[in-house]
């Protein structure tokens, strides 16, 4: 894909993430606080594999 739209995804999936756990909090929805963790991680991995596809060059 390309660093800028990995890490638009990234940060898209951690702000889903972090809004699900947000809410899941104040409900005591203990599954979508998994979710919503799960979602994050998602999104870190994202971001890294942008950076990483920028220091190489997209030669990935």
Partial sequence: MG????KIKGNANELS????QAVAEMTDNERL???G???ERKG???QFVGEV???LGNDI
């Fill in 3 to 6: 660093e800028l739209t990995e």
């Fill in 17 to 20: 993430g972090n809004t699900k």
């Fill in 33 to 35: 606080e998994r979710e």
């Fill in 37 to 39: 963790e799960r979602q």
């Fill in 44 to 46: 870190e991995a994202q």
């Fill in 53 to 55: 596809e920028g220091k």
